[in-house]
T-cell receptor, first 111, second 115 residues
Framework: GENVEQHPSTLSVQEGDSAVIKCTYS??????FPWYKQELGKRPQLIID?????GEKKDQRIAVTLNKTAKHFSLHITETQPEDSAVYFC??????????FGPGTRLSVLP | EPEVTQTPSHQVTQMGQEVILRCVPI?????FYWYRQILGQKVEFLVS????????KSEIFDDQFSVERPDGSNFTLKIRSTKLEDSAMYFC?????????????FGPGTRLTVL
């Protein structure tokens, strides 16, 4: 089955700097890769996603890149703000099946 | 904006007792899911449900677990005889289409504590 790894497990950046979180997956059948943000005690919320027919997607300060050959995808947050502090989960979804989540990255944006 | 809702927000139970966690998915969604998240760990898939039957389940979803859509709006997860290791946050999610291409919307979760 699918296995998703995520690095780093914790990340601290200064406000205004960029943050990059990387994930790898094992199942070449996976074709949908969402990123969820989870604030303390709250539900995971989708922040961006990418499908396998696209290499990059951007939404304001957030971007995701996908390398299908290498089976990895990354989340990029630019101009980080304190409210970006949260746990970020990547996930991979083989078609018709369910999300397999990575272990999460705790991002702290220091003022 | 419509949201997935879950009740209760927190459930405390004794080991060996049965619990039912309730979810109301977004009304026009057709696919429903249960996930769990042990404190400080990743979100783990339990089961997916479509057209009134289980479409997929994980190894975690053993005979102690069952799901049901008893009416047109609710989606429930039952744990027949709870164990200490069932203590976790349980999230319900729903999506409009197959997960291969569409967002899953998560509910706020039910924190289950087994004593």
């Amino acid at each position: 089955g699918e296995n998703v790894e995520q690095h780093p497990s914790t990340l601290s950046v200064q406000e205004g700097d960029s943050a990059v979180i990387k994930c790898t997956y094992s199942d070449s059948a996976s074709n949908y890769f969402p990123w969820y943000k989870q604030e303390l005690g709250k539900r995971p919320q989708l922040i961006i996603d990418i499908r396998s027919n696209v290499g990059e997607k951007k939404d304001q300060r957030i971007a995701v890149t996908l390398n299908k050959t290498a089976k990895h995808f990354s989340l990029h947050i630019t101009e980080t703000q304190p409210e970006d502090s949260a746990v970020y989960f990547c996930a991979a979804s083989p078609y018709g099946q369910n999300f397999v989540f990575g272990p999460g990255t705790r991002l702290s944006v220091l003022p | 904006e419509p949201e997935v809702t879950q009740t209760p927000s927190h459930q405390v139970t004794q080991m060996g007792q049965e619990v039912i966690l309730r979810c109301v998915p977004i009304s026009n969604h057709l696919y429903f899911y249960w996930y769990r998240q042990i404190l400080g760990q990743k979100v783990e898939f339990l089961v997916s449900f479509y057209n009134n039957e289980i479409s997929e389940k994980s190894e975690i979803f053993d005979d102690q677990f069952s799901v049901e859509r008893p009416d047109g709006s609710n989606f429930t997860l039952k744990i027949r005889s709870t164990k200490l290791e069932d203590s976790a946050m349980y999230f319900c999610a729903s999506s409009e289409f197959l997960t291969g291409g569409n967002e899953q919307f998560f509910g706020p979760g039910t924190r289950l504590t087994v004593l």
